[in-house]
């Protein structure tokens, strides 16, 4: 653990951040993850409160290697390239990427892909501890507003979002919970709906300072019901972050869900966050600047407006051409091998709490490809075994001793 003074933050333009001099940021790494702030004394009214805390873990190199060269294998297979910019004219030529079919060969898919992209459909689930907004309701305006923005964030990159379902569940240790907690496991094992293809967006009250974590989509194939997106609930679109709460959040994490990195990832050494036209950036941007720094000596200034980095939202407003072929490569090995969706399929009825956590549900185990799923690191080992002993041992031995005993 590192802590160091708020004068030692440097803007980028080389002055000190404007802040209290007594108020210290606690640099903290966490086994892999996000370098993440904290700021441990109670901020002045015309002070940013917090600074962004991202949860999703930063991958082992011996992972992100294996990821790599899985998607350029799907770039070859795709295109007969592994050139960023070749990919995207032939990809644009023929329509290939983004489809949920399973049982579409990628050929036929190309033929009813749409022209804007891939389409992503949302199961939103709000937690709650109960009915009033404070504990947690939101209302449905709020969960349109959210998907609102990533649709606005996504644009760019010819990537949108669909809402399928709000799914509302009232349980108050599963909205307050601790991310790979057992309750997590616990919600998840029950909440999730639909396949890889199928954006499970989790609005929780978190624990301060983290305000999200993602699934990265090579990590399906083993723990399908963790698949999702978990966002803080005062993050969403007019929550009460001051500084983060336009929905930006959502956006980012998704970029994880999507198969995207920090591009602060590995500081300046190559290759980073695999992208060659997101510069090199040697430490996150948790502030709206007017001149970007240069934190590294590659060619140009560090990508201070990037989603998939840390300033507030307000000052979020960029994917770059490399990000979205990442994310479309990314959709394709990953996630478009999931069941499509059809209204009549929905599982869960929007508004309800869904069924206990004994009954089945029919589509927790759609069919995924295994073929490209990379060697995993050790970062994947705690996310296996409380993945089935919690819903499956309970619904077996309590229905046969009763009814054998008489006889």
């Given at each position: 653990m590192k802590t160091v003074s708020w004068a030692d933050v440097q803007s980028s333009s080389g002055?000190?951040?404007?802040?209290?001099?007594?108020?210290?940021?606690?640099?903290?790494?966490?086994?892999?993850?996000?370098?993440?702030?904290?700021v441990q004394n109670t901020p002045q009214a015309d002070t940013e409160p917090i600074l962004r805390f991202c949860g999703t873990p930063t991958p082992p190199q011996i992972v992100t290697v294996a990821v790599?060269?899985?998607?350029n294998a799907t770039m070859t297979?795709?295109?007969?390239?592994?050139d960023p910019a070749i990919?995207?004219?032939?990809?644009?030529?023929?329509?290939?990427?983004?489809?949920?079919?399973?049982?579409?060969?990628?050929?036929?898919?190309?033929?009813?892909?749409?022209?804007?992209?891939l389409v992503v459909p949302v199961y939103f689930h709000v937690l709650r501890s109960g009915i009033a907004v404070?504990?947690?309701?939101?209302?449905?305006?709020?969960?349109?507003?959210?998907?609102?923005?990533?649709?606005?964030?996504?644009?760019?990159?010819?990537?949108?979002?669909?809402?399928?379902?709000?799914?509302?569940?009232?349980?108050?240790?599963w909205y307050q919970l601790q991310q790979n907690s057992q309750e997590w496991f616990d919600m998840t094992n029950v909440l999730h709906q639909g396949?890889?293809?199928?954006?499970?967006?989790?609005?929780?009250?978190?624990?301060?300072?983290?305000?999200?974590?993602?699934?990265f989509p090579w990590w399906y194939a083993d723990t399908p019901l963790q698949d999702g997106v978990f966002v803080d609930i005062d993050t969403l679109p007019g929550g009460s972050l001051s500084d983060f709460n336009l929905g930006n959040t959502a956006v980012h994490e998704t970029g994880h869900w999507l198969g995207l990195f920090h591009p602060f990832q590995g500081g300046c050494t190559s290759p980073n966050d695999y992208v060659s036209d997101t510069t090199q950036e040697a430490s996150p941007e948790y502030y709206c600047v007017s001149t970007p720094a240069d934190t590294c000596t590659d060619v140009g200034p560090d990508p201070f407006q990037n989603y998939m980095d840390y300033p507030p939202d307000r000052c979020m407003k960029k994917f770059t051409t490399g990000q979205a072929t990442r994310l479309k490569v990314s959709w394709e090995t990953y996630r478009s091998g999931g069941p499509a969706?059809?209204?009549?399929?929905?599982?869960?009825?929007?508004?309800?709490?869904?069924?206990?956590?004994?009954?089945?549900?029919?589509?927790?185990r759609p069919t995924a490809k295994s073929t490209t799923k990379p060697t995993k690191g050790p970062t994947r080992k705690p996310t296996r075994k409380p993945?089935?002993?919690?819903?499956?041992?309970?619904?077996?031995?309590?229905?046969?001793?009763?009814?054998?005993?008489?006889?």
């Open positions: 002055a000190q951040r404007t802040a209290p001099l007594l108020a210290l940021v606690t640099v903290i790494w966490l086994g892999g993850h996000c370098a993440d702030a904290l790599q060269q899985t998607l297979d795709l295109t007969g390239t592994t990919f995207n004219e032939r990809i644009a030529a023929q329509r290939l990427v983004g489809t949920n079919a399973s049982s579409t060969s990628r050929s036929a898919a190309a033929a009813a892909l749409p022209a804007t992209g404070s504990q947690g309701n939101i209302p449905d305006s709020t969960v349109a507003a959210q998907v609102q923005a990533l649709n606005t964030a996504y644009a760019q990159t010819g990537a949108s979002f669909t809402l399928v379902a709000t799914i509302r569940t009232t349980n108050s240790s396949g890889p293809g199928d954006l499970n967006l989790y609005s929780l009250n978190l624990t301060f300072p983290l305000l999200g974590w993602s699934q969706y059809s209204p009549e399929q929905a599982p869960v009825a929007v508004g309800n709490d869904p069924p206990p956590a004994s009954t089945p549900k029919p589509t927790m993945t089935r002993k919690p819903t499956r041992k309970p619904t077996r031995k309590p229905t046969r001793k009763p009814t054998r005993k008489p006889t």
